[in-house]
Every structure is written in structure tokens, then in C-alpha cells.
T-cell receptor, first 113, second 111 residues
Framework: GDSVTQMEGPVTLSEEAFLTINCTYT??????LFWYVQYPGEGLQLLLK?????DKGSNKGFEATYRKETTSFHLEKGSVQVSDSAVYFC????????????FGAGTTVTVRA | AAGVIQSPRHLIKEKRETATLKCYPI?????VYWYQQGPGQDPQFLIS???????DKGSIPDRFSAQQFSDYHSELNMSSLELGDSALYFC??????????FGSGTRLTVV
């Protein structure tokens, strides 16, 4: 079935470090890909998305490029801040699954000052 | 801009009691989804509605039921609550194939 596999955490970084969270997907067809962020004690917020191959989603300094050839959607940020500490979920929707969101397991990121 | 509204934010119930969670989707979004997120886990799909009709069902226990009303708000009813039902319950709305907008969630604690 359609699924998402993302890098296991937790990840601990210092402020201004480079962050990469790997995400790969398995899908029969052409999914839309998303990154959601969940700050402590809060709900899920859409961070960025890409709906077709080679699209790049970007928001708040985060970027991810939809790579069909490697079935990947890795999340990157060049210089993290303490406020980026959160759980990050990679997810996909696809028409064949009625556009239900399928989440990865989540990666906990902690940024230290 | 209007967001997805969920109520209540927090709910404490005893075992075997019943709980009702409410969700008000973004206007003109035609699909509502319910997810359950246990501690330290990724959200699990429970059930969805498209234009007030149930469109899909995930790992939702038989003790749970949901419906969507004429004003498009949705309610998740949970009966005979168990300790393991303690979780964050998210509602989301969308107009596929675009991304969902999630509510802030209801944190249910069963004691």
C-alpha cells in the first residue's frame, strides 16, 4: 500500500546548524507530498507541500523537493532556531486512497541554544 | 482566515463513560477527517465524510461512531471508554487533492 518512511529520531542540534530529515514514499501513482509540524502541546500545522515531481515546497526557511526518481521528499533547513523544536511528519495523499493522509512515524527535533 | 474549530480542547472522562467531540470545518471544505494520535505516535486515520456521507473508515473501534450534520460540522461519539482511548483527537477538513487543515485537537484523558 501507499506509505511514508521517515528518518527516525530524536534529532538534537545546536542553533544555526543544518537540518535534514529524510523521507521516502511508496505509492502506486502520483501522490501529493506534505510536511507537517507539531509544536509541543499543539496540533498539526502544514509546513509545506508539493503536488508533482520536481516541485519545491518552502516555508519559514524549510525546503523540500519532490523527487520522483528517488521517491523522496527530504526536509531541509539551513540554520535552525530553538523555536524549530517540534515533531515533523512527512505525509502523502493519493487519489487511489481517497486522498487520506498517510503519515510517517514523525521525527522529534530538539534545537539547543 | 477561519480555521478548523474543535471542541472541547481538553476532556477528562472515567472508564465506561461516553464522550462527544465536535469539529467545525473550514467553510466550503467538502471533506472532514478524524484522526487519533496516541502518545508519541503518528496520527491514525479513523473515519472521513464527504458531503455529509461517510466516505472511508480506518481503524475505528466499533465503540466509536461519527456523523456529519447539515451544517457540515462533525461529531465523534465514543462510548464505553477505555484507558487506551486516551489520546489527541484531530479533525481536519480539505477540498481534495489539496492538503488538509487540522484543528488544534481534543485531548481526551480516560481515568
Amino acid at each position: 500500500g501507499d506509505s511514508v518512511t521517515q528518518m527516525e529520531g530524536p534529532v538534537t542540534l545546536s542553533e544555526e546548524a543544518f537540518l535534514t530529515i529524510n523521507c521516502t514514499y511508496t505509492a502506486t501513482g502520483y501522490p501529493s507530498l506534505f510536511w507537517y509540524v507539531q509544536y509541543p502541546g499543539e496540533g498539526l500545522q502544514l509546513l509545506l507541500k508539493a503536488t508533482k515531481a520536481d516541485d519545491k515546497g518552502s516555508n519559514k526557511g524549510f525546503e523540500a523537493t519532490y523527487r520522483k526518481e528517488t521517491t523522496s521528499f527530504h526536509l531541509e533547513k539551513g540554520s535552525v532556531q530553538v523555536s524549530d523544536s517540534a515533531v515533523y511528519f512527512c505525509a502523502l495523499t493519493i487519489r487511489s486512497n481517497d486522498y487520506k493522509l498517510s503519515f510517517g512515524a514523525g521525527t522529534t527535533v530538539t534545537v539547543r541554544a | 482566515a477561519a480555521g478548523v474549530i474543535q471542541s472541547p480542547r481538553h476532556l477528562i472522562k472515567e472508564k465506561r463513560e461516553t464522550a462527544t467531540l465536535k469539529c467545525y470545518p473550514i467553510p466550503r471544505h467538502d471533506t472532514v477527517y478524524w484522526y487519533q494520535q496516541g502518545p508519541g505516535q503518528d496520527p491514525q486515520f479513523l473515519i472521513s465524510f464527504y458531503e455529509k456521507m461517510q466516505s472511508d473508515k480506518g481503524s475505528i473501534p466499533d465503540r466509536f461512531s461519527a456523523q456529519q450534520f447539515s451544517d457540515y460540522h462533525s461529531e465523534l461519539n465514543m462510548s464505553s471508554l477505555e484507558l487506551g482511548d486516551s489520546a489527541l483527537y484531530f479533525c481536519a477538513s480539505s477540498s481534495p487533492p489539496y492538503g488538509y487543515t487540522f484543528g488544534s485537537g481534543t485531548r481526551l484523558t480516560v481515568v
